[in-house]
């Protein structure tokens, strides 16, 4: 297995900022995986898994390793009257798979529709959009620990899935390079379209018991009209999470600002629309230099084709700052900053 050197990642990215990796390899062969392993352990590289590249800030120069997982196929391993167990190549992409789903009559995930990347980041972040989270139909996966040198099957609670979080984000951050998921899935299909935004689209359609592929293409007509396509201009989604406070907090800023848009959790707790503070800090639609925020959507930053990731950041630092000031709540990113 041979590495590439010098390789350019602007077009795998989709910031698009131009980044450079000192060595990129591609793998769908464990014993490829194995070697390549092998080779950063000796040469002591950092190592970054790259996927699609929608949730990373990369910045100019990528020192080490930079490994892709190309396993592919979907398979179902267990079906019955109302459930199928499926299993699907951490390199395939996400949508893709969505959409194979609907065509198999296998549901629980429409509501994830056209979120870019691949299926092995979906547990990484544990994504989630419209009131679905894949912690919902996730069954199990299987990864290799660079600690023990062995592939291992993880379950659901071991992911240790949270609100837009997992094992990979945090205790285990770097350790398992995820190879091939499981999800389970229903042959049944049971709506969810408790959020505003699909039930609004709906209503105006007119469709009262909308079918799985109604839902779907809600989620993507809506995708479409509000987040810019990366390929047009660069972003990586929501730029920063929605953050969750105590209840006396909540209360504290209805007080202030009685529209503020906040939903409370299972915990207790308060989850605040980043987007919505961002916005009345007057941020929406901001342009400062080659990068800036969203004119439909202030929680995106984007780069209009000549940004570098410090430029974004230091957006990113002013936005958080301003929040900061304006309502005393701090503002975390999230997509990943590489190097770090
Ligand atoms: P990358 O950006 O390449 O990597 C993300 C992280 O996962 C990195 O830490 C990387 O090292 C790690 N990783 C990647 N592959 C593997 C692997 N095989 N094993 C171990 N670690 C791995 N996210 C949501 O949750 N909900 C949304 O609705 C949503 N909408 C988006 C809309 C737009 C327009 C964009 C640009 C992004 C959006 N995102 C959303 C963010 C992003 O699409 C998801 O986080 C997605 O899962 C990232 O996949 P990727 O393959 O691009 O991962
Ligand atoms: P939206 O519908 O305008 O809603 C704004 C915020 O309010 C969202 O962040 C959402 O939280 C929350 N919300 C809305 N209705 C809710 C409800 N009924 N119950 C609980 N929370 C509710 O958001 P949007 O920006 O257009 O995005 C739509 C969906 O796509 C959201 O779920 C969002 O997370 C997802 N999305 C994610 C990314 C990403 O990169 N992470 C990018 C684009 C879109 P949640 O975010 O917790 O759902």
Redesign the pocket.
Known sequence: MQWQKDIDLTHKNSFGFPAIADHFAEVDQIEDLESVLDSVEKNGWPLLILGGGS?LVLREKIPGAVLSVATQGLNILADNEHTAIIEVGAGENWHGFITQLLQKGLHGLENLAL?PGSVGAAPV?N?????VEIADCFHSLTAYDRINKELVQLGKDECQFG??DSLFKSDAKGRYIIWTVRFSLSTVFTPKI????ISDHLDALGIVEPSAYQVYQAVCD??MG??PLPTELGN????FE?PIVTESTYQRLKAQFPDI?A?PDKAGHF?L????LIDRAGWKGCRVGEVGVYDK?A??LVNYGQGLATDLLKLAEDISLSVKNQFDVKLKI??RIYPE
């Open positions: 949730n979120i972040q994504i989630g959009a419209y009131g609100y837009r408790g959020y505003k935004g809506i995708r509000k987040l990586a989604g929501s730029f929605n848009v939903y989850k629309a980043a987007g919505w959507q929680l995106v999230e997509p």
